[in-house]
Structure formats: C-alpha cells, structure tokens
C-alpha cells in the first residue's frame, strides 16, 4: 500500500464515477481499477460493489476513508515542509485572468514576473471569474485574477484595487482619452447597448448599476471581447459600459461619459485556495503580482 493508492481511492470516493475519478488523477479508468483492486486484495477486504453503472462504497471503504484521509493530509505537510522551495518548484503554475485585464493591465507585471521567477513554469489561461473561481477549487488553477464579488469560501483573497467603468457612445470625430463627460440617467433610457454576457461578473455590475439609477438599458448585443465592442460602438451600433484601462492611450472615435454624480466601479482581486500548507510559490507570486500591480496604478 502507497499513498498514490490511497489518494486514487479518495478520488473514486468522492466522485460520481470511476471515468471521472481516472480523469481527474490523468489515468485511465483501467488502471484506477487495477489500483483500486491491489489495494483491496492488500487489505483483504471487499471496497466497492457495483450496482449498474455506479460502484457502491462498502463499509470496510467508509472506514478507510477516514484513515486514508490522515495519511494523505500528513504526507502533504510532510512534502509541503521539505520541498517548499520556491527556487526548486518545478511543478507547472497556473494562473489565470480575463482576457481585458491581461491586455492592458498584466503585460508589463508578467514580464517582471518572468524575470524573477526565471525557474517556474508559468501558463496562464484566460477565462471569466466563474470558471477561475471553478477552476481554483478542482486546483485547476494555482492562482487567480478575478472580479468581485465572489462566494470566498475555501478561497484567500487579495484585494487590489477598484477600476472605474466607463459609458462610452460614438463620436463623429476623434476623442481626447482623458475627456470625460457628464450625462443625465434618463439620457440611457432608450439608446441600443452593447453589453457583456449576462454570466460574467462584470455585467452583474453593470445591471446593478442600471437598477439603482432607474433605467431599464435596451440590450440589442452582447460580446465578450473589449476590442471588439469598442470597434461596434466606433462603428455607430450603440453605446457600452467598459473598463477605464481599456480607453486609455490615443483617442478613439468615442466619447467617455459618467452620470451625473454617480461612478461605476469593479473591485479586482487575486484569488487563491486557502489552505493549512498553501505552496510557497503561489503566495510568492500573489505577493509579487499584487506589488507590481498597485505599483503600476
């Protein structure tokens, strides 16, 4: 008995089926089986019985599972203790973001980041604060750039910064960036809007915002991409509501309004798994990527 057997038995454990469980631990669902078989032959005890499609955990596998849940954990303070060293972390990072924050805000950060952690392997995956959220607790990702609000448990949270949301409408001619003009609520009331996806957190934002000045926004389009809906509404389709950084630099055949009184604002943050042995690495890129951030700002 190992303890790779013992965490390939949790996994089955805790998952709706042997395929999942195998794609989870990147094997085959034969060769968890054949684990899973050398481990109860070990053991001389019968762990799973099958009933139609799902395998049914005995009370010989209940009980393991609590001993085997011991081990894992204190085998992992052990690793965690005599191999936390972030100059010798070899294993893959991951790090995820959205796709706006990564143009315009990351490029000068992740080349920093590249030179002080010459040793990592760094991928980064773009993706919607959902699915980093999802992919934080499967430990798809190691960390997180993400907007709030989020559900936070289980998860650490390093706050940021908040960036203003802009309302920006085409222009006939080209536009100061730093020119920001003042517009009434009602003005929004009956214009065509290019807005992002319903699921995305920034959106959440946006309705919220609609909601407390009293305007119900006629929607005709929604895209995810920054680019590309500020080339539609360059392009006379609407008006949107976009990220401050995404309008700085040059001028763009736009005006940038706020209503009177009232800023639009999202709170950015870096998200992790909170964890009794976090891995050195993750914390000392949080910390770094968060330095080099607020620095930039």
């Known amino acids: 008995m190992d303890v790779h057997q013992l965490e390939l038995f949790l996994a089955v454990m805790d998952s709706p089926s042997m395929t999942k469980a195998a794609e989870k631990s990147h094997l085959s669902p034969g060769a968890v089986s054949l684990q899973l078989h050398n481990l109860a032959e070990e053991l001389h005890t019968e762990l799973f019985v099958r009933r139609g499609k799902r395998l049914i955990p005995t009370p010989a596998a209940l009980r393991l599972a609590e001993r085997a849940k011991e081990v894992v954990k204190l085998m992992g303070h052990i690793q965690q203790e005599f191999e936390n060293d972030v100059t010798k972390d070899s294993r ?3 790090f995820a973001t959205g ?8 490029g000068p950060p992740l ?20 699915e980093m959220i999802a992919g934080l607790h499967d430990r798809r990702f190691d960390l997180a750039l993400i907007t709030l609000p989020v559900p936070e448990d289980n998860l650490q949270i390093v706050p940021l ?15 100061a960036s730093n020119h920001i003009r003042s517009v ?10 290019l807005l992002y996806p319903k699921r995305s957190n920034v959106r959440h934002s946006i309705d919220e915002f609609f909601w407390e000045i009293g305007v119900q926004p006629r929607v005709q389009m929604e895209a ?9 509404v360059e392009s006379g389709f609407g008006y949107s509501i976009l990220p401050e950084h ?4 040059g001028s763009h055949f736009l005006q940038k309004l706020r209503v009177d009184g009232r800023r639009l604002t999202r709170k950015l943050a870096l998200a992790m798994i909170r964890a009794e042995s976090p891995r050195k690495l993750t914390e000392s890129i949080a910390s770094f990527l968060r330095d080099a951030l607020m620095e930039q700002r």
Do not use: M
Request: no cysteine; aromatic share 8%.
């Open 246 to 249: 995404a309008l700085r630099g």
């Open 99 to 106: 796709v706006t924050t990564l143009i315009y805000q990351l």
């Open 184 to 193: 009434r609520a009602a003005e929004l009331a009956d214009v065509p809007f």
């Open 111 to 130: 080349r920093q980041l590249r030179n002080s952690f010459p040793n990592a392997e760094i991928r980064v995956t773009v993706s919607v604060t959902e």
């Open 161 to 175: 910064f908040d960036e203003e949301l802009l309302i920006v409408r085409p222009s006939a001619k080209k536009a």
């Open 92 to 94: 893959p990072f991951h």
């Open 224 to 232: 995810e991409d920054t680019e590309g809906i500020k080339r539609l």
